[in-house]
Each structure stands twice: as C-alpha cells, then as structure tokens.
C-alpha cells in the first residue's frame, strides 16, 4: 500500500476530500518525526505498535564486491515493535 492508497482509503473512510486526507496524513507522519529527533524519541499508539530511536554502535563490515573491511559509522536508527491488537490481525 502506498501514502496514496492510504489518503484514498482515509478519505473514503471518514467522507472527506483527499486534500484534507492527505493534510491529517502528514501532520501524523511529522508528529511520529518531530517526536522521534528529541533525545528520548518514542511514539506509542496503543493496540497498533511503538516506534522508538535506537543509537547503533559504530561496527566493522565487509565490502561485498571487494571483500575489504570497511568501517560503518555509529548512527540513530528507527525501530518498530508492534502492539497486541496488530500482533493478533496479522
């Protein structure tokens, strides 16, 4: 499903214009981002999942066309753990 098959389906499902749709769709997605940049990001919506920031630590890899070790740096990274009502629909 792409963003606008879900501002189709919203502005279907609650009768109102795409336009407007697409708007609440992105105000949500800027809310879970803005929420996500502070120090402790965490956004809860409870019966669907939790998105949280992870800090991964700075690790070796390997090139896989050339096979030399390469440094990867430390970087944040998003994770999704989801909730018991989406557990249990899919």
Same mark, same amino acid.
């Given at each position: 499903m792409t963003k606008a098959d879900l501002v189709d389906k919203a502005a279907k499902d609650?009768?109102?214009s795409k336009v407007a749709a697409a708007a609440a769709l992105n105000s949500f997605m800027d809310g879970i981002t803005k929420s996500l940049k502070k120090k402790e990001g965490k956004v809860t919506l409870v019966g669907?999942?939790?998105f949280?920031?992870?800090r991964r630590k @700075?690790? /070796?890899g390997r090139n896989p066309?050339?096979?030399e070790p390469i440094k990867i /740096? @430390?970087?944040n990274v998003v994770k999704f753990r989801p909730g018991k009502k989406? /557990?249990?629909a899919v």
């Open positions: 609650a009768k109102i669907f999942g939790t949280s920031k992870v @700075a690790r /070796k066309q050339t096979g /740096k @430390a970087c989406l /557990k249990e």
